[in-house]
């Protein structure tokens, strides 16, 4: 079976004591042929001090030109310049994604993600991706202007992660550049009214793309999946091996998103009480993990 190429995953300062725990369970549960950890060249020390040395750790100036980073700030109204460095590592993780062989199928990983358990996202040469339940409208006004496409899905393609075939990078860009007539990053950016702090989405992006163009190319794993490990669980590197035992039985992955928050004592109780209560069950029926739709 054919395995990942690449596993990208991008990170910043901010996320290094998650990092700590997150990328060692990235390598004992998913197989990939390289790993590569993308970070600000201030930061390239600190995250190769700490990371193992399967991971490559880069500089994300390999990834994106001065002339971008400036165009990006340049393009955002001054109430939303905090959020540049959010529209680049999108556009980071795409240019990544477009690396490797002819063939090559890529996973972009979210650095704040857990897998719990040994995670495949090839079957048979189909792709399996996860879904996600959220509906930005802005991002698809954004995919409107830039691709001339309107949402399909009855899902999002927001999940934490998405393994992709370069050739659908390389098809998604060249659409954006030959609907907008301009280079790919600035044609997101100029088709940004800068009105809302969340206006592009790379996931959404993708996503319409190949429902619309590679539907019999992939398929949506319905597996479950959580992003409010933080205000749950607290601090990754502090779950007992019992606890992680149980979420395994439970979720492919959790995230581990930044979040000062923490649950009140009896939502700590209910959570423990209902992540006990789904264990149970999954081991009177077991759950692969793999119903999956089109």
């Known amino acids: 079976m054919k395995k990942i190429e690449t596993l990208i995953s991008l990170i ?3 996320d290094l004591n998650t990092w700590r725990c997150t990328h060692r369970h990235v390598l004992e549960h998913i197989d990939a042929e390289n790993y590569q950890a993308i970070v600000p060249k201030n930061d390239l020390a600190a995250f190769r001090a700490i990371t193992d040395r399967r991971f490559d750790v880069l500089c994300e100036d390999d990834y994106i030109s001065q002339n971008n980073r400036t165009y990006i700030e340049n393009r955002l109204p001054d109430s939303m310049k905090f959020r540049a ?8 993780k795409l240019s990544a994604a477009r690396q490797g062989s002819a063939n090559a199928v890529n996973l972009i990983w979210d650095a704040d993600n857990m897998p719990t358990r040994d995670l495949t996202f090839l079957d048979d040469g189909i792709i399996r991706l996860y879904r996600g339940s959220e509906h930005h409208v802005e991002y698809f006004d954004t995919i409107r202007k830039i691709m001339r496409m309107e949402k399909t899905s009855d899902h999002s393609f927001i999940a934490q992660c998405f393994a992709t075939k370069k050739t659908w990078v390389n098809g998604l860009i060249d659409h954006i550049e030959e609907t907008m007539e301009s280079p790919w990053i600035q044609a ?3 088709s940004i009214p800068g009105l809302d702090a969340c206006e592009f989405s790379e996931y959404e992006t993708l996503g319409t793309f190949i429902s619309q163009h ?3 190319e992939y398929e949506i794993n319905r597996a479950k999946w959580d992003r409010r490990g933080s205000l749950k669980w607290g601090d990754p590197n502090l779950l007992s091996k019992r606890t992680l035992r149980k979420l395994s039985r439970v979720y492919d992955f959790v995230s581990f998103e930044k979040d000062n928050r923490k649950w009140p004592l009896h939502k700590r109780l209910f959570r423990d009480l209902k992540l006990e209560l789904i264990d149970q069950k999954n081991r009177l029926v077991p759950q692969s993990g793999t119903d999956k739709q089109r």
């Open 12 to 14: 910043c300062l901010a």
């Open 214 to 216: 590679h539907a019999a």
């Open 85 to 92: 460095g959010w529209y680049l590592q999108q556009f980071v």
């Open 188 to 190: 997101i950016m100029d």
